[in-house]
């Protein structure tokens, strides 16, 4: 059964530093893989996703998220904290092969000017 | 409305009562989902559609939970004898097709307070 899950459930960076959010994940296939975030007062919504093919993937908003199969990593970056990226984000995970949708528990950031 | 619609966005109830969440999908989409998110945490999921179909109902914590999309499209969440445990921010996502091949969608959830 796949499962998710995120290293630190708040991450505070200054405005300008870099992002890393951690995800690791547990599938006994070749999964697919999310990111999502939700802003305050707002829907899930994609940022990101790997399903086959080049393991850097880049997102919206300047994100992006490298598949790493051997430390069953999907790990969140982003070069440049800006203020408006303070939102809960969440790791998800898909059986290849299936429909199902596993989400993590998230980790809530925080960007201090 | 071009996304996903749910009804109500926020349901007071007393325990023990009969509760129905609708959710509306955007057109089109033939898989949908119901998630449960608790304050706190990530979304847990609860049950899959594929059509009308249930095609994976793993998630639904007990028989009194029940989840029926007749014609393929709106789906219904419902909930018997509540508990106030079933508090939660209830989540439904649609889907052009699997998640390997499209994008989850989400509404902004209904929130359940059960007294």
């Known amino acids: 059964a796949q499962s998710v899950t995120q290293l630190g459930s708040h991450v505070s960076v200054s405005e300008g530093a870099l992002v890393l959010l951690r995800c690791n994940y547990s599938s006994s296939v070749p999964p697919y893989l999310f990111w999502y975030v939700q802003y305050p007062n707002q829907g899930l919504q994609l940022l990101l996703k790997y399903t086959t093919g080049a393991t850097l993937v880049k997102g919206i908003n300047g994100f992006e998220a490298e598949f790493k199969k051997s430390e069953t990593s999907f790990h969140l970056t982003k070069p440049s904290a800006h203020m408006s990226d303070a939102a809960e984000y969440f790791c998800?995970?898909?059986?290849?092969?299936?429909?199902?949708?596993?989400f993590g528990p998230g980790t809530s950031l925080s960007v201090i000017p | 409305g071009a996304g996903v619609s749910q009804t109500p966005s926020n349901k007071v109830t007393e325990k023990g009562k009969y509760v129905e969440l609708r959710c509306d999908p955007i057109s089109g989409h033939t898989a949908l989902y119901w998630y449960r998110q608790s304050l706190g945490q990530g979304p847990e999921f609860l049950i899959y559609f594929q059509g009308t179909g249930a095609a994976d109902d793993s998630g639904l914590p007990n028989d009194r939970f029940f989840a029926v999309r007749p014609e393929g499209s709106v789906s219904t969440l419902k909930i018997q004898r509540t508990e106030r445990g079933d508090s939660a921010v209830y989540l439904c996502?649609?889907?052009?097709?699997?998640?390997?091949?499209?994008?989850?969608?989400f509404g902004e959830g209904s929130r359940l307070t059960v007294l």
């Open positions: 998800a995970v898909s059986d290849r092969g299936y429909d199902k949708v596993i």
């Open positions: 996502a649609s889907s052009r097709a699997g998640p390997g091949r499209g994008e989850l969608f």
